[in-house]
Every structure is written in C-alpha cells, then in structure tokens.
C-alpha cells in the first residue's frame, strides 16, 4: 500500500478559490542495499552479494557512460540520461560552456511496461492528515480532535467515501 497524508492547500490557479484537501505521497524509508539483494533474491539462485556486486559494477559503469554523453538503459526498468539547462548567447563565438550551460541533472525515464506494471498494482492508504503544521496519524485521530462526527449508515466506523482506511484497511 502506498500511503498518502491530506493537505489542505490553495489552488494555484485561482488564488482566491477556497482551499481544498489534496493527496501528497508519504515516503517511506529505503531499504539498505544488502536487505534489497537480500529480499530480491530470495527463491532464486543468485546469492544476495553477486546482486549487490552487480549493482556496484552497474553504478560505476552508468557513471561513466552518462559522462561520456551516453544514456543508459538499466535492464528493463528504463534509461538514465543527463540533461541541463543553457544560458544563450547572441553570437556563436561568445558561447561558453563552463559558464553558460547551467543545472544538469540525471533523469531516469521508466520504460513503459516497468511504469504500468507499477502504477497498475498500486493502492493507496490513507496515512493521516497534515494541517496548519500538525501531523495526525489517522483520519480518525484528525476527526476526533477536530470535533467531527462521522454520520452514514454504515454502523458509525468512520468508513464511507472519504478514503478513510484507518490501521487496517482489510477490516
């Protein structure tokens, strides 16, 4: 499940609109290196050290490649590349690039069947509230100290259609 927190904000685009709650993703923490291989290779035959050995060698591999003006294709998750933005200059002569070309950055593009993969066995869980700089750790935490009383007919636990899925979404 991937947990989101509701925040309340203003709509950019029309500034003097009411604001409104929106869903903002919550991180959770990465897993180390070795409890990654660890996990991914469990049931198979590659040991969990060549995995992070592999992944060494790919890092040090990519760095270089993305250097030389390469993208790189990582497998079938998708390809790193480096991009930057440019001062201009009005004549050719004039360019230069230590001092104009400004911001790079490395972009990692999913390919396409990693992304809807992904995004296709996503779920999302209600991961609390945040409001005026207070974090509440449920949706029935955020109500209960707010005063609000969930009304409906579905027997008072706060279910309905708000995406409130409180500790246990499975009930």
Excluded: C
């Excluded at 947990?3 to 993703?25: E, G, R």
């Excluded at 002569?93 to 593009?109: H, V, W």
């Excluded at 066995?121 to 700089?133: A, H």
């Excluded at 029935?140 to 309905?160: H, P």
């Amino acid at each position: 499940m991937y947990k989101y927190k509701l925040v309340q904000k203003i709509n950019p685009q029309d500034k003097n609109a009411p604001k409104k709650w929106y869903a903002i993703p919550v991180s959770e923490v990465s897993q180390s290196v070795k409890a990654m291989t660890r996990a991914a290779t469990e049931n198979t035959t590659t040991a969990p050290i060549e995995m992070e050995a592999a992944l060494d060698l790919l890092g040090r591999h990519a760095r270089q490649q993305l250097q030389q003006g390469h993208t790189v294709r990582v497998g079938d998750l998708g390809t790193l590349r480096v991009t930057f933005k440019s001062e201009g200059a009005a004549d050719i002569a004039q360019f230069n690039a230590g001092a104009m070309i400004k911001n790079p950055r490395i972009i990692f593009t999913p390919s396409k069947e990693f992304r809807e993969s992904v995004l296709q066995g996503i779920q999302f869980q209600n991961g609390g509230v945040l409001e005026d700089g207070v974090s509440y750790a449920t949706m029935a935490d955020y109500k209960k100290a707010k005063g609000i009383v969930s009304g409906g007919s579905n027997g008072g636990n706060g279910g309905g259609s708000d995406g409130d899925m409180e500790e246990n979404p499975l009930g």
